[in-house]
């Protein structure tokens, strides 16, 4: 069954800048399913139907371990699903808008409105530039934090 190691060291610092303490902690677990074969002859001793017992624990904590794995895996690929998703909406979204702005900005030179019309493209051009520009940075900083 588990075993849990703790281990605590202390040492005394002195560098260029003074003196100080530095301190370790160590922590370790051992989580097998398994006892170790002393343990489970002194248990066979007391009880000698322990060992369909421990086969029979040993067997659902697996079980339970690797639907836990199942469901977490699970929840991740939704959740990239989802990321893809919305990420492909946005540029849909954004290029819906950029197009819209260079129908009306075409209009506008129809309408002899030269100047106006071209001032918007341009304007349309640099914020569909900037959005493109923008959603990349957030992207690419999303994944190397995680």
């Known amino acids: ?26 922590e370790s677990i051992d989580d097998s399913l398994l006892p ?11 009880d000698p139907d322990v060992m369909s017992w421990v086969k029979e624990r040993t067997a659902k904590e697996q079980d339970a371990r690797l639907d836990f794995n199942d469901r977490k895996m699970g929840l991740l690929e939704r959740g990239q699903r989802m990321s893809y998703r919305v990420d492909l909406l946005a540029i849909l979204a954004s290029f819906t808008i950029t197009m819209s702005g260079m129908v009306f900005s075409y209009f506008l030179v129809q309408a002899n409105q030269i100047i ?31």
Not at 1 to 25: D, I, L
Not at 36 to 46: C, D
């Open 1 to 26: 069954m588990a075993k849990h190691h703790r281990q605590t060291k202390q040492s005394n610092v002195v560098g260029r800048h003074g003196q100080g303490v530095s301190y370790e902690h160590q």
């Open 116 to 146: 106006t019309g071209s001032v918007f493209a341009g304007a349309t051009i640099l914020f569909a530039a900037n959005s493109f520009l923008n959603f990349r940075k957030k992207n690419s900083g999303n994944t190397s934090t995680k």
């Open 36 to 46: 170790e074969a002393t343990e489970l002859a002194s248990l066979k001793e007391l």
